[in-house]
């Protein structure tokens, strides 16, 4: 990977950005935080072999400081990206880091603002990533830090707050909440030619939230990858060996419908042992109904992508 980038990567953001006005919990409870969506496009080093990036995320910027004209955001946001130099075993076989045009892409980052009238001067610095979790081979992934410079233009409309009364709903959602949950992937097996193959994981999971900040969320994870029984590395694999069995911990954070999940497992089972013990599970789930909720989740060993979760989540007790 040190030998792809030759150049410094330069990009450009188009964002629309709205302010929330306090009339949700999560508004309230996070002062009154910014939403919106980034149209991107630049380059990521390397234009030769690694091609250039469009892509669309929506995000949220949480204040950090505000006073007066000035304020300190931190944005988080995810979407997709396309490139136009993915890996290609005859045209682009230097390509290891990005073996698919269409992938996931997040954002982090931390803005500084300053408003005089109807605009505005911005500074950032963010880490923008671009990976396919696994669903095709290579994706090492790529990473890259940037240095932003931008100026806003305000459209000013009703821009007061209101009080913010909890709902009797709302105030029973910080009741333990438990439930299943089925998930479906694919996963194409390094290294590049053994083949993609289907990953089925579930799992049985409890919940606690400590208000409308955040909340713990435990699970059981059982995850069976069908490609260890053609993976060349274990001719002698027998048909239960690739079931894993984990335990997972996370913290919860919740935006209304949309939350956040970010924590480690480590596996109980693993006969195999194609990684290492630990692994992270990161992304969003979004409530359809009170005991319904959709998942898009990244279930990672380290900085290493191990697949992308696709499942429905459902809550017994709700």
């Not at 964002?15 to 999560?26: A, G, L, M, P, R």
């Not at 990858?225 to 001719?235: R, T, V």
Request: glycine content about 10%.
């Amino acid at each position: 990977m040190a030998h792809l980038p030759e150049a410094p990567a330069v990009a450009s953001e188009f964002s629309y950005v709205c302010q929330t006005k306090n009339d949700k919990e999560w508004h309230s409870a996070y002062r009154q935080p910014l939403i919106g969506g980034t149209l991107f496009f630049g380059s990521v080093g390397n234009n030769q072999i690694l091609g250039r990036f469009v892509g669309m995320y929506g995000f949220v910027e949480l204040p950090i400081i505000k006073k007066n004209n000035y304020r300190l955001d931190f944005r988080f946001g995810t979407g997709l990206g396309y490139t136009n130099k993915p890996y290609d075993a005859i045209l682009n076989p230097e390509n290891v880091a990005i073996g698919s045009k269409v992938n996931a892409m997040m954002c982090f980052a931390l803005k500084q603002s300053y408003r005089i009238k109807n605009y505005g001067l911005t500074f950032g610095i963010d880490m923008t990533h671009f990976s396919n979790a696994s669903f095709q081979m290579p994706n090492l992934g790529i990473n890259v830090p940037y240095l932003s410079l931008g100026v806003q233009r305000f459209f000013d409309g009703n821009t007061t707050t209101k009080p913010y009364f909890k709902q009797k709903a709302e105030q029973q959602k910080s009741a333990l909440s438990y439930g299943a949950s089925l998930i479906y992937s694919q996963k194409e097996m390094r290294p590049v030619g053994v083949g993609r193959f289907p990953v089925y994981a579930a799992n049985v999971f409890a919940r606690k939230y400590f208000g409308p900040k955040a909340g713990l969320e435990v699970s059981l994870d059982i995850i069976y990858k069908m490609g260890l029984l053609q993976h060349p590395s274990y001719p002698q694999a027998a048909g239960l060996d690739p079931l894993q069995l984990g335990l997972f911990v996370g913290y919860v954070q919740p935006f209304d419908k949309l939350h956040f999940i970010y924590g480690t497992g480590f596996y109980l089972r693993d006969v195999l042992q194609p990684d290492n013990a630990f692994y992270i599970r990161l992304g969003t789930r979004y409530a359809f109904t009170p005991k319904l909720e959709g998942m898009f989740t990244l279930k990672t060993h380290y900085a290493k992508a191990d697949y992308m979760e696709l499942g429905l989540m459902y809550h017994f007790n709700q």
